[in-house]
């Protein structure tokens, strides 16, 4: 069964203290791998996309790092503003015009100051 | 500012009757997205259009209809047959549903309750 998995649920961070956000996927076929920041009572904000093992993308504090298995989310050096929920969503290759995207269920960062 | 904007922000549904959602975009893109958030659940697709005049079911379309009659507005409207209406739906859009152009960017959501 196709499946996005996030971890961890939940991570509390001191501002400026790096770490990493994980999004494991089990699909056939990768067709796109999506990260977005969604903070409370919002719509999701786009952040990344990633297609191939290997490919990395940045912007900011943030880095997004891409394998045959997950992809990484790496915050350097936090602020306090970079709280909120991130969202990992998966597009796999499928015939015809089904276009669902996976959707995991998020890591909410809190970065205290 | 091109963007993509939802309507209401709240709105509030009574026992068998029928709401209507409204999403409008301005970045011209083609496809357009329904989507319904609960909590402790990944985002779930309603609907989605490719082209105006067209639209396909997502995986919970039961209890939702939706219409495309201008490219700028995808319209989603909660029946009465729909039994459990209370959440948070966002509205996305894509420039196409092809390669890199599918990327979909978010409305700012309108959370439905029910009294």
């Known amino acids: 069964e196709d499946q996005v998995t996030q971890s961890p649920e939940a991570l509390r961070l001191q501002e400026g203290e790096s770490s990493s956000l994980n999004c494991s996927y089990t699909?056939?076929?990768?067709?796109?791998l999506f990260w977005y920041r969604q903070d409370p009572g919002k719509g999701p904000e786009f952040l990344f996309t990633?297609?191939?093992?290997?490919e990395e993308k940045e912007k900011e504090r943030l880095k997004a790092t891409l394998t045959k298995k997950e992809s990484f989310l790496h915050i350097t050096a936090p602020k306090p503003e970079d709280s909120a929920t991130y969202l990992c969503?998966?597009?796999?290759?499928?015939?015809?015009?089904?276009?669902?995207?996976?959707w995991g269920l998020g890591t909410s960062l809190a970065v205290n100051p | 500012d091109g963007g993509i904007t939802q309507s209401p922000k709240y709105l509030f549904r009574k026992e068998g009757q029928n709401v209507t959602l409204s999403c409008e975009q301005n970045?011209?893109?083609?496809?357009m997205y329904w989507y319904r958030q609960d909590p402790g659940q990944g985002l779930r697709l309603i609907y989605y259009?490719?082209?105006?005049?067209?639209?396909q079911k997502g995986d919970i379309a039961e209890g939702y209809s939706v219409s495309r009659e201008k490219k700028e507005s995808f319209p989603l409207t909660v029946t009465s047959a729909q039994k459990n209406p209370t959440a948070f739906y966002l509205c996305?859009?894509?420039?196409?549903?092809?390669?890199?152009?599918?990327?979909?960017?978010f409305g700012p959501g309108t959370r439905l309750l029910v009294l």
């Open positions: 996305a859009s894509s420039i196409a549903l092809a390669g890199q152009q599918e990327t979909q960017y």
């Open positions: 699909v056939s076929g990768l067709r796109g």
């Open positions: 970045l011209n893109h083609d496809a």
């Open positions: 990633l297609y191939s093992a290997g």
């Open positions: 969503a998966v597009r796999r290759w499928e015939a015809g015009n089904n276009r669902k995207l996976i």
């Open positions: 259009s490719q082209i105006v005049n067209d639209f």
